[in-house]
């Protein structure tokens, strides 16, 4: 079945163009276009679409506006279109941190370069995207203010565990922005899992390192792991799992996806289960789909602390609502308690 595609662009030469591109690919549809945000609504009612692709420059609601209004009253994967604006890692975070699946810039000199093709580089992200959304979550709500938690965790004693895991999806960049800016700058290694493209990974981990008094980095492989460190895994090509016994290292595996996604956050969480097993912490966070909810479970089979963002501070309350049906959660908390919970 063919992945259905709506792509938003106020150019009309843009829209032909990537139409053509994508017209390319055997397994995805260009389903319909639009030119603005009110046409882009009534598309979207009209045509449901897999995925959508969105150009931030459009007169009127731009595409970062639109973006919100989508996250909070439809969610669909969003791939972001952006040109050379002088200020791309800044639009990239905004709508990274608003619930975009990936950003994709286009080539200089646009329109000459994406007509000559791109390698793939789109239909691939777009293929990632329908398989990060093929599971809608039941219920999408608006992300609700996260104030600070009632004890510092900046410097504060931590509990003692070996490792923490965190796993998030779709606003996930917003929530782990607001978690770690909270974390204790003497945590136990922690490792996280967002699903993003791996030509963001690197800025993500920049941005976060800014805000987190700990030290944020991309994870590498056979790396031992520190105190005071968070490992970001880095997109696409490796799953992030933890080896070793004495002495915890972590290590970039190549494997098929695993619940549609690479990194997955199960695999991290299952190699998690069986190495550190009940001497770790387990964090799933917003996102779409189930990705992690299986990975939770085992820890909590293995008799380690494992904690569910709740429904109300959920950008999108898929991920875990899965991990709570199945029964993974020891705690389900609001996003402002986590940090609290984790370093009590």
Known sequence: MSTRVLIVDDSATMRAILKTLLGKEDDIQVVGTAANAAEARERIKELNPDVITLDIEMPGMNGLEFLAKIMALRPTPVIIVSGHTGRGAEVTMEALQIGAFDCYEKPSGHDGNLLAGDGGVLAHSIRLAARHGAHQPTKIVQRAAVGATAASTGTGQNNA????????????????????????ANCPPTLIVQHISGSLAKALARRFNTISPAHVALAESDCFLKPGHVYIAPGNAHHLVVRGRSRLISQLTVADPV??????????????????????????????????????????????ETIAQDEGTSVVYGMPRAASELGAATKILPLNRVAEAVFA
């Open 259 to 304: 619940s549609g996604h690479r990194p997955s956050v199960d695999v991290l969480f299952e190699s998690v289960a069986s190495v550190v097993q009940g001497d770790a912490t387990g964090i799933l966070l917003t996102g779409m789909g189930e990705d992690g909810a299986r990975g939770l479970l085992a820890m909590r089979q293995a008799g380690a």
């Open 161 to 184: 565990k070996r490792l923490i895991a965190i796993g998030a999806s779709t606003g996930g960049v917003e929530a782990l922005t607001k978690l770690l800016a909270q974390w204790s």
